[in-house]
């Protein structure tokens, strides 16, 4: 006669050992699958950061050669200026020794004064592309660095999904979704400002 009602532990520890099985596989898949998407918004991320990036050196390049224009043009006036500074003296020459200058003098200034208002229109005109160019690549920078910082938000939370994966913390597993959702909402207001 048994001592005791004989209770199969084996067949019970077995379906324990099932159930977290089943447990923890459908606990590793929502985590794969979050990491997973988490993965696509960085992997875009970082695309638009290195575009970015790129859009605002073209942006400084161009500033660069309007910059270069904005130079030429001001040693033209300068050259100009110099050009009828020295007409200027000879025509005092003329007056010095009591003679009328000719009359091409006359002309002649009056035509360089208009050449440097031209020229130095064309010279602010450079100036301020320039200026527009310089500031659309800061504003490009200052959105390479939100996407950069985007980035870096879903690695971290990224590899807060592998130590959950590995430790089979649901904490972590949260905190991971949230640092990820709060990545997602820098990525979406950078992209759309």
């Given at each position: ?19 977290l099985e089943h447990e923890g ?53 300068q050259a100009k200026g110099i ?111």
């Amino acid at each position: 006669m048994p001592e005791g009602p004989e209770v199969e532990t084996e067949k019970l520890r077995e379906d324990i050992h099932e159930e977290l099985e089943h447990e923890g596989g459908a606990f590793l898949k929502r985590i794969a699958l979050t990491t997973a998407i988490l993965a696509v918004f960085a992997a875009i991320a970082a695309l638009r950061a290195g575009a970015t990036v790129n859009e605002a050196l073209m942006e400084r390049t161009e500033a660069a050669r309007l910059q270069a224009e904005a130079s030429d043009q001001w040693a033209y006036y300068q050259a100009k200026g110099i050009k009828a500074a020295v007409e200027e003296a000879s025509r005092t020459s003329w007056l010095a020794i009591g003679k009328e200058p000719p009359p091409e003098y006359e002309k002649e200034k009056e035509r360089r004064a208009d050449e440097q208002k031209e020229i130095s229109k064309t010279g602010r005109e450079k100036e301020k592309q320039r200026d527009e160019k310089l500031a659309e690549s800061d504003h490009l920078i200052h959105l390479h660095h939100r996407f950069a910082n985007a980035v870096a938000i879903f690695q971290v939370s990224i590899a807060l999904g592998a130590v959950a994966a590995l430790t089979r913390n649901r904490a972590v597993w949260l905190i991971s979704i949230l640092l990820g959702a709060g990545g997602i909402v820098l990525f979406g207001v950078t992209l759309l400002g």
